[in-house]
Nanobody
Framework: VQLQASGGGLVQAGGSLRLSCTTSGGTFRNYVVGWFRQAPGKGREFVSAIRWSARYTYYSDSVKGRFTTSRGNAENSVYLQMNSLKPEDTAVYYC???????????????????WGQGTEVTVSS
């Protein structure tokens, strides 16, 4: 599947953004879709994941309670609702997908074999 992340932008601390991940090469029905982010000068960090068919969701401790990942009504979209944004959430956000990843690897970027281009999120203080 080919992925496209969108919805990034500039927001003040405490604000909200909703990111979208869409696929044009199929559906997410049998996939796990993960969100990762990479801040300037840092490595890629796991944010959240959703098993599309089961609606099972998983979050990093740094975003739990503030971010929510959900699937769209169409089988080709996943969303990341980001609330109570902090300056440390500033990063390029990527979505990724895998059909074969196991639960214990959801937070591992190497478990995903389909990646979209990132969308930039900047949170000002």
């Amino acid at each position: 599947v080919q992925l496209q992340a969108s919805g990034g932008g500039l927001v003040q601390a405490g604000g909200s953004l909703r990111l979208s991940c869409t696929t044009s090469g199929g559906t997410f029905r049998n996939y796990v879709v993960g969100w990762f982010r990479q801040a300037p000068g840092k490595g890629r960090e796991f944010v959240s994941a959703i098993r599309w068919s089961a609606r099972y969701t998983y979050y990093s401790d740094s975003v739990k309670g503030r971010f929510t990942t959900s699937r769209g009504n169409a089988e080709n979209s996943v969303y990341l609702q980001m609330n109570s944004l902090k300056p440390e959430d500033t990063a390029v956000y990527y979505c990724a997908a895998s059909r074969s990843i196991i639960v214990s690897s959801y937070a591992n970027e190497f478990g995903y074999n389909n990646w979209g281009q990132g969308t930039e999120v900047t949170v000002s203080s």
